[in-house]
T-cell receptor, first 113, second 112 residues
Framework: DVKVTQSSRYLVKRTGEKVFLECVQD?????MFWYRQDPGLGLRLIYF???????EKGDIPEGYSVSREKKERFSLILESASTNQTSMYLC????????????FGPGTRLTVL | KQEVTQIPAALSVPEGENLVLNCSFTDSAIYNLQWFRQDPGKGLTSLLLIQSSQREQTSGRLNASLDKSSGRSTLYIAASQPGDSATYLCAVTQTSGSRLTFGEGTQLTVNP
């Protein structure tokens, strides 16, 4: 079975802090994705990566950056957290190529005070 | 820009009923469509993936259909159970890439 893990289920941070969200997959997938989910807005793509050290902006990259130094790990970074980044963050992975199935982690509920 | 809509937003049914969830998309140039289940406060679990060349996929009590030309998909759940209570999301992949575009989901409650 594919397993995607995220470093924290719940996280509380203060405005202005630098926040790291980690995602690890164990299936040697090329593609990895970061989404945020908000009531009334659904899931929106923040960033994705199709290879080590490669990244592409999604629909809402502002205020975020990412890092992929190893194939199995994809990190989302909030350089200076703000209250409007309070959300559920979901990581996903999938095999390379077009349209392959995506597998999701359990999510991180981030609250920025 | 692709837009995905799911109707209804919420549905409550008695146990044992057969039900249909709807998903529509505005751009028919899709590569595939995926149905997910999400339990409260949890991540997404993939249920079914339908390629654009397919008409339907089945897994147990679930059957998903796809009509690409009309921009519609349905998820049929047979003999619903309280354990089916969750939010169901559909998402499409465009032919131009690997990104998923999601609908907002249908929140299903199956009452014992």
């Amino acid at each position: 079975d594919v397993k995607v893990t995220q470093s924290s289920r719940y996280l509380v941070k203060r405005t202005g802090e630098k926040v790291f969200l980690e995602c690890v997959q164990d299936m040697d997938h090329e593609n990895m994705f970061w989404y945020r989910q908000d009531p009334g807005l659904g899931l929106r793509l923040i960033y994705f990566s199709y290879d080590v050290k490669m990244k592409e902006k999604g629909d809402i990259p502002e205020g975020y950056s990412v890092s992929r130094e190893k194939k199995e790990r994809f990190s989302l970074i909030l350089e200076s957290a703000s209250t409007n980044q309070t959300s559920m963050y979901l990581c996903a992975s999938g095999r390379g190529g077009l349209g392959n199935e995506q597998f999701f982690g359990p999510g991180t509920r981030l609250t920025v005070l | 820009k692709q837009e995905v809509t799911q109707i209804p937003a919420a549905l409550s049914v008695p146990e044992g009923e057969n039900l249909v969830l709807n998903c529509s998309f505005t751009d028919s140039a899709i590569y595939n469509l995926q149905w997910f289940r999400q339990d409260p406060g949890k991540g997404l679990t993939s249920l079914l993936l339908i390629q654009s060349s397919q008409r339907e996929q089945t897994s147990g009590r679930l059957n998903a259909s796809l009509d690409k030309s009309s921009g519609r998909s349905t998820l049929y759940i047979a003999a619903s159970q309280p354990g089916d209570s969750a939010t169901y999301l559909c998402a499409v992949t465009q032919t131009s890439g690997s990104r998923l575009t999601f609908g907002e989901g249908t929140q299903l409650t199956v009452n014992p």
